[in-house]
């Protein structure tokens, strides 16, 4: 069972595009960069630099959109290097033969994943023929010892707009007592302005997740005062009653995906830090087995899950990594974060 009181903080530190032969050799250096700062050995950074050089050069050889993403991964004492690729190209008909190594046929992304399996953690692979494949691994500081870093029953996952360094878009996970809860939120606009918004709410959320989301979302709009403000949305998953509460303000898109089918949950009109006339919390059910999606406005709410059932039986990071990609389509900041909560 995964205690859900120690559930480590994620960030996305970079992301990379792989569009030109040099930029594997960029993501490569971002991860070795991060690992040193993390405390990781010269070996331990060595393998990391194979792992992240063998993902970015597939990408740029085989796959189209291909682009690598570096996240910090910290708990009380421990930490880890998460490394996203993610890609819009052929795809992979079949995963597990593509992780034995030297197995690949012309123009898949086979060729390598053996070796970052190996030298990972943890590595998880989603692809689907014709529409790409995700690749998300995790480094601990010395490989095959495990930190105290729990499963992963939540993941989030950002996208700055092109031009800018910096993502608008926020999210935040806390678990306790049998609760996980969420938090997405906007940042009005783009560039270090809209993500110093965001990051107000964040800082919020962290320093008191307690009460509804109602009251949870009313110090976050207090908070954002001062801001740019931004859409912010909040949901309680209880697992024991298996029900979700959820308040919203602004336009962050928030789901409950079971059995192939969408159940929305509704925000109310208003901007975090600057408006906030009502704010109002909704329950809905939360079945077994069930998805609870929350994203911003810079993905298209035309997704479907349902010819994607085996996409929601995985690991929530690959879900929202390939939400990310395929419905990331408009010009704007995007996030998205995606909770699988264990079945009682």
């Known amino acids: ?29 971002v991860a070795a960069a991060l690992a040193t700062e ?16 063998e993902l970015g050069t597939n990408l740029h050889k085989h796959a189209r959109a291909g682009m690598v993403f570096v996240r910090s991964v910290r708990a009380v004492e421990a930490a880890a290097v998460e490394i996203v690729a993610v890609d819009s190209g ?37 692809s689907e023929p014709g529409a790409g494949t995700v690749v998300a691994a995790r480094f601990h500081r010395r490989r095959g010892i495990p930190d105290e870093l729990p499963g992963e029953v939540a993941a989030g996952i950002t996208l700055p707009i092109d031009g800018e360094e910096v993502c608008g878009d926020a999210y935040a996970v806390c678990g306790d007592n049998g609760r996980i809860r969420l938090m997405m939120c906007d940042g009005s606009g783009h560039g270090p302005l809209a993500a110093w918004a965001a990051q107000a709410g964040v800082r919020s959320f962290h320093e008191d997740h307690s009460g509804g989301p109602g009251d949870i979302l009313a110090r976050v709009h207090a908070a954002m005062r001062g801001t740019r403000g931004g859409a912010v949305a909040v949901a309680d998953l209880d697992l024991e009653r298996r029900a979700v509460r959820f308040a919203g303000l602004g336009n962050i898109a928030a789901t409950v995906v079971a059995d192939g089918r969408k159940n929305g949950m509704v925000s109310v009109p208003g901007i975090a ?19 609870v999606v929350l994203h911003s406005d810079g993905l ?45």
């Open 1 to 29: 069972m995964i205690d859900l009181c120690c559930l480590p903080v994620v960030a996305d530190v970079d992301v990379v595009r792989i569009d030109d032969v040099s930029a594997p050799g960029r993501a490569r250096r």
């Open 273 to 291: 830090g600057y408006q906030a006339r009502t704010i109002k919390t909704f329950d809905y059910s939360l079945p077994e087995g069930a998805t």
């Open 90 to 126: 052929p795809g992979m008909a079949d995963v597990d033969q593509a992780m034995r190594d030297g197995r690949s046929s012309t123009g898949t992304l086979g060729v390598g994943l053996g070796a970052v399996s190996r030298l990972a953690d943890t590595c998880s692979v989603s």
């Open 38 to 53: 993390l405390g990781f050995g010269e070996t331990r950074v060595a393998e990391i630099e194979i792992a992240v050089t």
């Open 300 to 344: 298209t709410e035309r997704w479907s899950p349902e010819d994607r059932i085996r996409l929601f039986n995985r690991e929530p990071l690959l879900i929202a990594a390939t939400l990310l990609r395929d419905a990331g389509v408009r010009k704007d900041d995007a996030g998205v974060l995606v909770a699988r909560p264990p079945d009682r």
